[in-house]
């Protein structure tokens, strides 16, 4: 149950998009639809942006999109605001029954 | 109104024990898969623990932790043991919406460490 790879930090000025990569396995991010991304800011419980790959749920912005291709997941995120600037974490329903999460990736907002 | 909110959090010595809780309001507990995710000083989430008609757990805490749950008194708990420095987090109470990795009700996390 090896964490998904993530980038450690990425940046982008406020209007542009980003995208967070989360790279796993066959057994993981490439064998299923159920790939979920969280944003949590310091001090605060993670919030859900993102769940079965590209679902939003109520209440969170459509500027926040997810993707797939193989065993790398992404999540987008368009037209950035100072707000934005948390870490993400994408976590994967595994071959195992289990969840594997992400190291985690701090967006700044430059 | 609907939540989650954890106890149990506190300090303890290595090779100890703690059971954790998480009371649940505005919700049937039993229609529910609950989750305990934790979250090292300075570190990433890692999930630990599921349960529902069955447990499952990851590996790093299997024969460690237990979970269960007590419908009747809206609770899951996370039985802690052979505790290690390693422990040391904020431990989630998360419940899991219908499909997988739906995690959208998160408690506020208990601490919990573990020195000498």
Redesign the interface.
Known sequence: QSALTQPASVSGSPGQSITISCTGTSSDVGGFDYVSWFQQHPGKAPKLMIYEVAKWPSGVSNRFSGSKSGNTASLTISGLQADDEADYYCTSFTTSSTWVFGGGTKLTVL | EVQLVESGGGVVQPGGSLRLSCGVSGFTLSSYWM?W?RQGPGR????LS?IYDST?????VKGRFTISRDNAKNTVYLQLSSLTVEDTAVY?CVRGDP??????L????TLVTVSS
């Open positions: 989750h995710v990433g989430l890692v999930w599921r499952t757990y990851a590996d790093a989630y499909g997988y990795g739906v995690f959208q998160w408690g506020q996390g």
